[in-house]
C-alpha cells in the first residue's frame, strides 16, 4: 500500500495552507488540481481509475495565501479497495494534522451527469461525510463537474435534486457544506477555492483527524465503521452472487455446454478473489493503515534529511529553501510525471527549467525520498 505522493519533496513552510480534493473516481480531482496549480499529475484517460496514492500539488498563490491541493483516489476505485484508498487518506491526514499542517478545508467534486442520485456516488459520500464529522462541514464545498457534458437544463434540474434531497446533499448543505459549480475554467476553479478560504482561520480538524490523534485504532473511527459495515455488505453480494454461478454452473454441467462452463468456473475464481481480498482488506485494516502511515512518516524523514543535506551542499539561498526545523508542519511539493522521468533518465538538467522552484526541489530530493512508480 503506498501512501506517499508519487513524487514528493519536504520543505517547511508555516504559512502555507493545503486543501484537501476527495469524490468518486473519475470525477475530475486531478484535472482541478493540476489546472488550479499548474502541476501535471496523471488524469484518468479511459473508464479504469487513475490516482492511486494521495498526491500533493505545486503550491501556488492564490488571494494572498500559498496553497497546495492534496489530491486522492477515489473510494470505489477500479484497482484499489476501498480499505486502502481509506488507509492511504487517513495516513495522511492523520499525519500532517500531528505534523501541524494546515488543513483549511475539502472540496469534494460530483459528477453532474451522474443520473443516478445513489449508488456509487451515495456510498462515496456517506464515506466522505463519516471521514470529516459535521463539525467540519463548514470547510467543505461539494463541486459539481463535467457540466459541459451534460444539457443545461438537465444539469440545472440535477442540481437542485442534489440540493434537495435528504438522500443526498441535503442534509450536509444544512450543516454548512456549500454548493458550488466548477465549470472546468481556472476562474470557476479559483473562485471555489476563494470561497473556501475567506470564511474562516484556514484552518479546520476532520473527524478522522481528530479520531486517530486521540488514540483510536483506524477501525473504531466513525468513518472505518461505517466501511466495515460497507464492505461487510460488499461480501454478502459476492456470496449471493456466487450462489448464483454455482447454480449454473450445475446446469451448465448438466446441459454439457463447456463453454458456458469454462465461462462461469472464470467468474467464479474472480468473485472468490474478490471475497478474499475484500476479508482480507477489512480484517487487516489496522495493519494495512499503520504500514501505510510507517512508509509516510518514512519518507517524509527522508526527505528531510535529503533537503537538510540539499541545504548544506547546493547554495540553497538562491533557491530560496526555507529552513527546516524539527517540529515544522510538512508541506509536499510534486514535479510532473513526465520531469520527473526525465530525471529518472537522467535529464535532469532538461527537466529543470520547465518545473520551476517546486519541481526542482522535488526533482533534487526524490532520488532520497521516493519509492518510483
Ligand atoms: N468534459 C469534461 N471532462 C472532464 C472534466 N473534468 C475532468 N474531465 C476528464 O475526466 C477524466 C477523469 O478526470 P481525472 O481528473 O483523472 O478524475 P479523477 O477524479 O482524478 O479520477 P481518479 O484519479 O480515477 O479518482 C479525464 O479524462 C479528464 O480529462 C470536465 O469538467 N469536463
Ligand atoms: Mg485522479
Redesign the pocket.
Known sequence: MDVSPEHTAICQDEDTISIAVM?P???????FVNLLSGSSLR???DLE???DSVQVSQPFELAGRTITLV?T??FD?TKLTDVGVLNMIAAYLSYSHSRNQKLAGVIY?HRILDNRVGGISARSFRLFRNLCGDQSLRSVIIAT??W??VDEDVALEREEELASKDVFFKPALKKGARLAR?S?TLASAQAIIRSLIANDDCSVTLQIQEELGSGLEIFETRAGKELSREVFEQINRHREEMRGIMADIQEATRARDQESRKELADERVRIANLISKLQMDSTEMVKGYREALAKLEERVMKAEQAARESKEQSAPKSFGVPSSSGNSPVVQAVAATENTNAVLEGKLAAAIPVIGFWGKLAVMLAPFSLTWR
Do not use: E, R, W
Request: aromatic fraction near 0%.
Open positions: 469524490g473516481t473519475g470525477t475530475g480531482k486531478t484535472s488524469v484518468g484517460k481509475s487513475c490516482t489530491d483516489p477515489g476505485d467534486l463537474t463535467m459541459d457534458k466548477h472546468n
